[in-house]
């Protein structure tokens, strides 16, 4: 009998694979299905010491039964007023006018003062837990008591590009792996035609920090996230250029098709040729998914009108959480819209900036909790609205009513979360009368991305990434602890 | 955390990763229904199935043990337990527990009975059930020996004899080239050897490959780019004997030989061009010197015992008076000097995180010198050497303290607690004139830059003022005097009256925000002085590694790997196991030098000739490249874990000829690709398995192209290949959602995208191997197609077959544009050559359109030299017939939507719709993500 010669080679007995799974049946829905799962399972292992590890994106089980299985994260970017939205303080109302009576830490000297600024709105207490609430978002009202609202976030870092590090990334450095990334890492893909972490970016301009925002950092860079653009082609690579229409495009993989199975027809037992084959109709099916995903056309009348995709001031952001909606609904892990240059960043101007940025998203947000839960999505996902910091209770830009603003705080800041595990109608953590420092049930960013992995089913301490002699994680130990309280 | 648990947990990990692999295959067998007997088992410990043979604990019982249980049971003087397993007559002599086993009864040893119940080994990594089975039958078998046990182990570690046989520690065996039979078509020794085993399996050579077929596969070998027109010409014009032989001649000749497989050489030294280690991975922006003293070293068949050398030692080949290292060098270097020291570079290839803050520097330079005999050790001696860092190798006969011989060799270079950083390490090239130019420079850039200082001064003075007078008189007077007062002697009034008006603190940093005209003024200045000081002589640097003339320091043995645990001194020594139980002496400290001299001793007795393992890794390597995998499929691991040789015979007779031919590498190759193994036609023979044909070299294999080739090969049929040599690499840049691509990085301070795209002027199209190497931001491109991430280094690359890479050719603007570019080559190159009518049918060009309608002709022309271009060869008649009907039907297509004004895009050489060439764009892009492009056959 001829015997194999080589005793010890992977790649032989994977080509021998090949060989029986298409030589005898022909190419196939077999060779589609090898490849699907060879794409999900490309555990191909064998690592001793000296060589590259591999990794795959074969969902993996969670440490412990999950809460959530997808998130949505509408970043904020900018840094919203927390004292204007989500944290009424009375005492800085009294103060108005008058010099603050602590310490600031200013990010603009020169337009810098010590005026206090009570917040021009009003607040009422909202839902059946009375959370109170600005007049500005008078949508996110209707669902109080789907909310938990944290005022206490702290991130202790003063610019924009370290906030959003910290808040991304769970560093203040640059070039760590995004949470999207970590997530992925950590949980695999549970779709098999769309990638597991998809951004949204804004039209009118990346956030601050660009590209890194959804960077794998060192973790391999089949964690990126994937962007989908905000034209055509809205995903690089999934999806054809602008004049590259769909009958275009189907004969175009006709004719390669008919060029590589005529060259297949002389090496009928070359499996890599046919599992390329494969490869074409499986990214040809990949890319229709995408387009299905991203297609809201589909949707009733009453969706898009809940999303505000009728309305000029909502429809951008509106499709975007549509589109975020639909996405996790076939599978995707971690979705994150971003709000593009700095459209919270109200250094000055903010009588009138602040109301605008929220119709930009009070509206498409709520609709997306609301719709979540209608589907009776919300349970598992976790929607999650904020930015990398909070402003100040001072006068920024003292120069008329009409200019004044407020510089950046990351003392302490609010945000709301939805979902996945967090406690409906609950309110955590105060900040002083001010509303500049987080005083009581201070949320770090680590606390947060602990949290977070907790719900995932993911232990923080086991999501470790080893590289040589060199560990990294999201969130280490010592940092950062999950909030029970934030919970239901 | 203790480095001591990390290498702990790396080894651990490693294991895990076996059986992980082990899992992970059976499953999807079984998930397709495969039958998979046949093909275990897998690897090394259970290496030979002993069904029927004789158990014995020097064959089977010890290495199981040696894996699991010895860094517990007898390794080092640890005797857990009291029990040590490293011999059968200790087992049966037990511990405090009592006798280990009880020969001939495996439910009466307590031994059994601890690993049987998973008590033993203790931690996550437990024995395979059938390892436990073996050693159970071992036991009921009477527990046999092969032979008399010594009475003693000593102090040192104990070869077996199994350990000294085994075959990659012997000697390169003197083998004869077996006779062969008229008519078997054997054409070389290679040949021979091969039919010495296919002949006996009933298998043959298959019949040659015809000649284009021959030429492509040669070209992508040597050059690693498809034939161009002209050499197709050539070649298929040149009927007479010998044709084959010149051109590889020529290719062998040609300067982008060096480039090809230089970029093999930089696989294996993990040639990088950033320093790894932390997210930050900063830049090594004099690394791209000693790639390409490696494509100068190839392309000059420098010989590779001289390659070697250079390598690990060529600072200390300097002439002895010019050994005085330290930077800057203060004379000028001969062009060999340079390019010895440049040599070095292969030991500074490894990630060096020494240089980044918040790393724990013990650990980051202990890490540059493991990585360093990884890949020293992998590239040169197919072994790894890394498991015995911590503890004696778990596989391999390597104890401990070889390791720490080993790494004494390079530690006077580097010299851990004498660290020098990356930067450090540098020697520069600047001469004294070079110097006392840069010198005078420098002096008129701090004159500017005096006067800048003085003007923002006055500016922050300027605002100041401005502020004051926003507020009122008297307080502003007291601020004044509060301003004047140094900071740590302000009262406390005076604080609270700064902190109460915050616009008052005007600094350097701040006063762009008060006075942009201001601020911009001095950020001329700063341009200006940055001018100037760009006009200094440029200084190039070798990152190079060269010791300190004079520093010897003691190279100790790490207890369990941890820095922080040195034990005993060791002096440098070659492995062990290699010299036959005597561990070769490397030159302590050579007084003709300056250096210690033990690199280069090493080197010289690497390759002495009789080395057992260089020229065979060497050779093996080599035959990789050429056939797809090595007559050793494990090319950095010749050990017990490694793959065994298919053709020991053979791999010995090359290491041979390679040694005795001078070290060439040329030679060789032509020597492979002469012979009828090489040449052979990759058509299957229907009645033999494929996998089996392949095994024995019965018939071409059939392979995808390297990412590198792929990149290089589409842009040179877009015509744009830009074939400049050398050089500082090619930059690259995230695009706007954060691809990695060529190009120049133009975001704003805030990292975001600016729109703006710089002009590379060619430069993005030039090769791969001189695009930027950064081991965090790998070129998309490449990366997509399996391009290694160096860590350390890659002993052989795997090829995927995965929907990124379709996706990739179907959508991504690279390729689409080089789609486009190729087709309007064709139409320019068609459009100038002459009418179908009058073409010369031999030509490479040859349009064949006698017989079809003339509104076809310009389809087929276009079509044919296309297909020319992408496959070397004409496309049959009904090949080209469908190509025609593919381009007239879409042309047709894009007609009616341009009727219909449905168009979207122009094209982008003329302001012109064209179907026509819309069309042939398509094509062309499926002729390039075609298999028949993408594999070489």
Known sequence: ??????????????????????????????????????????????????????????????????????????????????????????????????????????????????????????????????????????????????????????????????????????QIQKGRPALGSWFTYGLGNASASLPAFLVLTDPRGLPVAGVRNWSNGSLPSLYQGTVVRPKEPRILNLDAPKHIDAEVQRRYLDYLDRLNRQHLQQYPGESDLAARISSYELAAKMQDSAREALNIGQESKATLKLYGTDDAATKDFGTRCLIARRLVERGVRFVQLFTGNQTWDHHGSIRSGLPA???????????????????????????????????????????????????????????????????????????????????????????????????????????????????????????????????? | MRPLLLWQHTCLASQYARLAGWVCFTERAILFGLVVNCLLPLHGILASEPTRELLTFEQHIRPLFKAYCFVCHGEAGVQEGSLDVRLKRLLVQGGDSGAAIDSGNRSHSYLFERIESGEMPPGEVKMKPAEVELIGRWIDAGAPTLRTEPDTLGDSYFFTEEERNFWAFQPVQVVEVPSVTPGDRSRSPIDAFLLAHMEPAGLSFAPDADKTTLLRRACFDLVGLPPTPEQVSTFCADTSEGAYSRLLDRLLASPHYGERWGRHWLDTAGYAESEGYSPADPPRPHAYKYRDYVIRSLNDDKPMDQFIQEQLAGDEMLAPHDTAQNTPLGKELSPQQIERLTATGFLRMAADGTATGGVDQGLARNQVMADTLQIVTSTLLGITVGCAQCHDHRYDPIPQVDYYRLRAIFEPAYDWKKWRTPKQRLISLSTDADRSESARIEKEAVALEKKRKAKQQIYITQTLEKELAKIDSQVGKEARIALDTPAAKRTKEQLELLRKYPALNVTAGSLYLYDRKAADELKKMVDEIKQIRDTKPIEEFIRCLAEVPGSVPKTHL?????????????????????????????????PKLATTGRRLSYARYLTNGRHPLTARVMVNRIWMHHFGRGLVATPGDFGTLGARPTHPKLLDWLANHLVEGGWRLKRLHKLIMMSTAYRQSSAQNPEVDPVIEESYYARWKVRRLEAEVIRDAIIRLSGKLNLQMFGPAVPIREDEVGQIVVGIDTTDSADRPTGKVIPMHGQEYRRSVYITVKRSQPLAVLDTFDAPIMEPNCKRRSVSTVTPQALLLLNSPLVHSLADLFAYRVVQETDSRASPDQANPDQFSAPQANNSQANNSRAMVRAQFAWQLAYSRLPTENQLQEAVTFLDQLTLYYQEAEAQGTKNVQDKDSNQFDPARRALTSFCQALLSSNRFLYVD
């Open chain 1, 357 to 488: 940025a929220c119709r930009y998203t009070d509206k498409p947000s709520v609709a997306l909790v609301q719709d979540l839960k209608s589907r009776g999505l919300l349970d598992t996902t976790i929607v999650h609205w904020g930015g990398e910091m909070g402003r100040l209770p001072v006068i920024q830009n003292d120069t008329g009513a009409a200019k004044v603003g407020r510089d950046h705080n990351t003392y302490g800041f609010s945000m709301w979360l939805a979902g996945g595990g967090f406690r409906g109608g609950y309110v955590h953590g105060t900040t002083d009368d001010f509303g500049h420092h987080a005083v009581e049930g201070i949320v770090t960013h680590h606390d947060y991305h602990a949290t977070l992995l907790h719900l995932f089913g993911l232990d923080p301490e086991k999501l470790v990434f080893q590289s040589g002699p060199r560990t990294q994680e999201l969130v280490k130990p010592q940092e950062g602890k999950v909030v029970y309280d934030l919970l239901s």
């Open chain 1, 1 to 170: 009998m001829k015997k194999l010669l080589v005793n010890n080679s992977a790649d032989i007995v994977s080509a021998r694979r090949h060989f029986l799974a298409s030589g005898a049946m022909g190419l196939s829905s077999v060779a589609l299905s090898w490849l699907l799962r060879q794409e999900r399972a490309f555990a191909v292992p064998a690592k001793p010491k000296s060589g590259p590890q591999r990794y795959d994106l074969l969902p993996k089980n969670p440490a412990h039964q999950p809460r959530a299985t997808a998130m949505i994260s509408l970043f904020m970017q900018g840094g919203p007023s927390q004292v204007d939205l989500f944290d009424p303080k009375p005492e800085l109302t009294r103060y108005n006018g008058k010099p603050y009576p602590h310490k600031v830490k200013y990010d603009n000297a020169a337009q810098a003062s010590s005026t206090c600024f009570g917040s021009p709105w009003k607040f009422a207490r909202q839902g059946q837990c009375g959370m109170e609430l600005s007049e500005l978002v008078p949508n996110l009202a209707k669902v109080a008591d789907d909310i938990t609202l944290i005022r206490s976030m702290q991130t202790g870092v003063n610019n924009h590009v370290q906030a959003i590090d910290a808040l991304n990334t769970g």
């Open chain 2, 558 to 590: 790490f207890a369990r790997g941890d820095h922080e645990q040195p034990d005993e001194v060791v002096e440098p020594a070659a492995l062990t196991i290699l010299a036959n139980g005597n561990a070769p002496t490397i030159v302590d400290n050579n």
